[in-house]
């Protein structure tokens, strides 16, 4: 109870901390005007940029191996301090208690807190992913200060922003702790920045802003950027709107975009052509609106890009460094060469096919507002943010053949669902005014639309409070962090000497310590391995000398004939039988099951030095 108590404040104090890290930024960029319902940018917009300048300051640290459980302690304390000092003295009035917005508020803030809350604890997460790879590279990164993982397929896609953002939360607590992150901080975040699109806040705007942040129709499968994603694109977008006229902007506010922008992109590789197609179609459409000169247009998208470009730095030299490349998939660092693990050499036709059935499924409702593509010329802000999203999605299904449909909506979620409720809170403002400027008596139009749809809001929150009840309950007092399965592991390392490199292929690496031994986990075997490449096909002995011209010595292994940890992982024989309908999965078996056989195979031929509670470590010799 304590602990759980413990980091649901640690939380709250985190996006207290984005948002006055954010009021740094804003006093950097000239405190731009006109960001929200006031004279300068609501406290979600301000969260956003906070939330930009963290990825960026992770990404130095990180580099420099500080990004430890203290410096992210350090981030988050000097943050809320930060905003504490920066808050004026609060006006209260008793007349406030009456106001229609102020009961909203309340109602609203009641019902993100009860998510935030079912999302604190929970052992809910998917195995393969994050048990593998995303909350390795949490620890990793409290425990060693930096994210080095050259086998791993996902560190190769990601540059690391959004761990060093779970690293925030799990600093104050364990891996129980790693979803909060991205359900519970990132959603009010997001609840923030929605409601600060409307200038004058009426209940129906609050309730949108709920529906909005909560209810998206979202393939969630595991702790990695969702809702933090979409964070960012409505920052841009948010901030975008604060810059209409970007060939007068000045120099600071180009250097703001430039951070969201890296922000963005240090999450999740993929999100930098998104984020490129966004800001440049948007300049575009701004210079067609405007016909003044192109030069400056030009400069100014230039000089964003630049910024963007020096901000992610940090992280490309990093990615440099683990994965043999500053940036993937332009340079290919340490993914194995002739391995199926993007395009599965489809033809023409079948990537057609694709496409089709992308766009005939239940996805294409987050391009419906395109219809009223005519109404959205006034908010060309919106119009980009479409533009990123149909380029990014097409883009998407070309390289990711091998995924299903609701795979790459996972993907696409971000920037999909970021134009989808930009331009509906567009369409909404727009049609508010229409009716406003009709005069009739009685309940308007407007308001009669307005009681409609918070009426509608209010009955999916009765659905969702006692699906985030139950969700709590289902959770409470269960934990990741098994001692009996931690003192297991505990005792296979201590096998092995401190200080020597280990490959790992187990259900949890996260119980390890990365401290006492450099910890190289084989993420999904023939996709990711330093040059040469790990050997395929060759048996045991090809295996054996690939690791020792990489001066690896020592081998730590799961049993693969039994579940243990997770009864649903890929670490077993049977994956191919029990994953045949999954395409990627009948591609790769091949490669899992051969690993598989030549790891066993060694593990007999050379010296063991640990064989119990279904985990075996051997030396190489």
Same mark, same amino acid.
């Given at each position: 109870?304590?602990?759980?108590?413990?980091?649901?404040?640690?939380?709250?104090?985190?996006?207290?901390?984005?948002?006055?890290?954010?009021?740094?930024?804003?006093?950097?960029?000239?405190?731009?005007?006109?960001?929200?319902?006031?004279?300068?940018?609501?406290?979600?917009?301000?969260?956003?940029?906070?939330?930009?300048?963290?990825?960026?300051?992770?990404? $130095?640290?990180?580099?420099?191996?500080?990004?430890?459980?203290?410096?992210?302690?350090?981030?988050?304390?000097?943050?809320?301090?930060?905003?504490?000092?920066?808050?004026?003295?609060?006006?209260?009035?008793?007349?406030?208690?009456?106001?229609?917005?102020?009961?909203?508020?309340?109602?609203?803030?009641?019902?993100?807190?009860?998510?935030?809350?079912?999302?604190?604890?929970?052992?809910?997460?998917?195995?393969?992913?994050?048990?593998?790879?995303?909350?390795?590279?949490?620890?990793?990164?409290?425990?060693?200060?930096?994210?080095?993982?050259?086998?791993?397929?996902?560190?190769?896609?990601?540059?690391?922003?959004?761990?060093?953002?779970?690293?925030?939360?799990?600093?104050?607590?364990?891996?129980?702790?790693?979803? +909060?992150?991205?359900?519970?901080?990132?959603?009010?975040?997001?609840?923030?920045?929605?409601?600060?699109?409307?200038?004058?806040?009426?209940?129906?705007?609050?309730?949108?802003?709920?529906?909005?942040?909560?209810?998206?129709?979202?393939?969630?499968?595991?702790?990695?950027?969702?809702?933090?994603?979409?964070?960012?694109?409505?920052?841009?977008?948010?901030?975008?709107?604060?810059?209409?006229?970007?060939?007068?902007? &000045?120099?600071?506010? @180009?250097?703001?975009?430039?951070?969201?922008?890296?922000?963005?992109?240090?999450?999740?590789?993929?999100?930098?052509?998104?984020?490129?197609?966004?800001?440049?179609?948007?300049?575009?459409?701004?210079?067609?609106?405007?016909?003044?000169?192109?030069?400056?247009?030009?400069?100014?998208?230039?000089?964003?890009?630049?910024?963007?470009?020096?901000?992610?730095?940090?992280?490309?030299?990093?990615?440099?460094?683990?994965?043999?490349?500053?940036?993937?998939?332009?340079?290919?660092?340490?993914?194995?060469?002739?391995? *199926?693990?993007?395009?599965?050499?489809?033809?023409?036709?079948?990537?057609?096919?694709?496409?089709?059935?992308?766009?005939?499924?239940?996805?294409? $409702?987050?391009?419906?507002?395109?219809?009223? /593509?005519?109404? +959205? @010329?006034?908010?060309?802000?919106?119009?980009?943010?479409?533009?990123?999203?149909?380029?990014?999605?097409?883009?998407?299904?070309?390289?990711?053949?091998?995924?299903?449909?609701?795979?790459?909506?996972?993907?696409?979620?971000?920037?999909?669902?970021?134009?989808?409720?930009?331009?509906?809170?567009?369409? +909404?403002?727009?049609?508010?005014?229409?009716?406003?400027?009709?005069?009739?008596?009685?309940?308007?139009?407007?308001?009669?639309?307005?009681?409609?749809?918070?009426?509608?809001?209010?009955?999916?929150?009765?659905?969702?409070?006692?699906?985030?009840?139950?969700?709590?309950?289902?959770?409470?007092?269960?934990?990741?962090?098994?001692?009996?399965?931690? /003192?297991?592991?505990?005792?296979?390392? *201590?096998?092995?000497? *401190?200080?020597?490199?280990?490959?790992?292929? $187990? &259900?949890?690496?996260?119980?390890?310590?990365?401290?006492?031994? &450099?910890?190289?986990?084989?993420?999904?075997?023939?996709?990711?391995?330093?040059?040469?490449?790990?050997?395929?096909?060759?048996?045991?002995? /090809?295996?054996?000398?690939?690791?020792?011209?990489?001066?690896?010595?020592?081998?730590?292994?799961? &049993?693969?004939?039994?579940?243990?940890?997770?009864?649903?992982?890929?670490?077993?024989?049977? $994956?191919?039988?029990?994953?045949?309908?999954?395409?990627?999965?009948?591609?790769?078996?091949?490669?899992?099951?051969?690993?598989?056989?030549?790891?066993?195979?060694?593990?007999?031929?050379?010296?063991?030095?640990?064989?119990?509670?279904?985990?075996?470590?051997?030396?190489?010799?």
């Amino acid at each position: 109870m304590l602990q759980y108590i413990i980091v649901f404040i640690w939380g709250l104090l985190t996006v207290l901390a984005f948002v006055g890290w954010g009021e740094v930024v804003n006093r950097l960029a000239g405190r731009p005007q006109g960001g929200g319902a006031g004279h300068g940018p609501d406290w979600g917009l301000k969260a956003g940029w906070g939330m930009a300048l963290a990825l960026f300051v992770g990404g $130095v640290a990180a580099l420099l191996s500080i990004a430890t459980t203290a410096f992210a302690i350090s981030f988050v304390l000097v943050g809320a301090a930060l905003q504490l000092a920066f808050l004026a003295r609060p006006r209260f009035s008793v007349e406030i208690l009456r106001d229609p917005r102020f009961i909203a508020a309340c109602v609203a803030a009641a019902f993100i807190l009860l998510q935030y809350a079912a999302w604190t604890h929970t052992i809910a997460r998917n195995c393969n992913d994050d048990d593998i790879a995303y909350y390795p590279f949490i620890i990793r990164l409290l425990e060693t200060g930096t994210l080095i993982d050259p086998f791993s397929i996902r560190r190769l896609v990601s540059f690391g922003g959004h761990s060093f953002l779970q690293s925030l939360i799990v600093a104050a607590g364990s891996v129980d702790n790693g979803l +909060l992150l991205d359900r519970g901080v990132a959603v009010i975040i997001n609840y923030g920045l929605v409601l600060g699109i409307f200038r004058s806040r009426q209940p129906v705007h609050y309730a949108f802003a709920v529906l909005m942040s909560v209810f998206l129709p979202i393939n969630l499968v595991n702790s990695f950027s969702a809702y933090t994603g979409l964070a960012m694109f409505l920052t841009l977008y948010r901030t975008l709107t604060l810059t209409p006229d970007p060939d007068k902007a &000045d120099l600071r506010r @180009l250097i703001l975009i430039g951070l969201i922008m890296a922000g963005a992109s240090s999450m999740r590789t993929h999100f930098i052509l998104a984020m490129a197609v966004f800001a440049t179609s948007y300049w575009l459409f701004r210079y067609l609106e405007q016909r003044r000169p192109a030069r400056r247009y030009v400069v100014s998208l230039i000089q964003s890009g630049l910024a963007s470009a020096l901000f992610l730095v940090p992280w490309m030299a990093l990615l440099q460094i683990s994965s043999g490349t500053p940036l993937f998939p332009l340079f290919k660092g340490n993914q194995k060469y002739g391995v *199926e693990m993007f395009d599965a050499s489809f033809s023409v036709a079948e990537h057609l096919g694709f496409f089709i059935d992308f766009l005939t499924s239940t996805e294409m $409702v987050f391009f419906i507002p395109l219809l009223f /593509a005519a109404r +959205l @010329l006034k908010y060309p802000a919106a119009l980009a943010l479409y533009a990123a999203a149909v380029v990014g999605s097409l883009v998407l299904l070309f390289i990711f053949s091998y995924a299903d449909i609701p795979g790459i909506a996972r993907y696409a979620h971000p920037f999909t669902s970021a134009a989808f409720i930009c331009a509906l809170a567009a369409l +909404l403002s727009d049609l508010r005014k229409k009716f406003d400027d009709t005069e009739k008596e009685g309940i308007s139009p407007a308001q009669g639309g307005d009681i409609i749809f918070v009426v509608i809001v209010a009955s999916l929150a009765l659905f969702s409070i006692l699906e985030d009840v139950t969700h709590l309950q289902a959770n409470w007092g269960l934990t990741l962090d098994k001692s009996e399965r931690r /003192a297991a592991y505990a005792e296979l390392q *201590e096998s092995i000497p *401190e200080g020597a490199s280990f490959l790992t292929m $187990v &259900d949890r690496p996260f119980y390890f310590d990365f401290t006492r031994n &450099d910890v190289l986990g084989i993420d999904t075997p023939g996709t990711v391995s330093p040059a040469p490449g790990m050997p395929f096909y060759k048996g045991p002995e /090809a295996l054996k000398s690939y690791l020792l011209s990489l001066s690896i010595r020592y081998v730590a292994f799961r &049993d693969f004939d039994n579940p243990i940890d997770c009864i649903s992982g890929v670490y077993n024989r049977w $994956v191919g039988k029990k994953t045949s309908s999954d395409r990627w999965f009948s591609m790769q078996e091949k490669y899992y099951l051969d690993v598989m056989d030549n790891i066993q195979a060694l593990a007999v031929s050379q010296k063991r030095l640990y064989d119990s509670n279904g985990l075996t470590a051997f030396e190489i010799r």
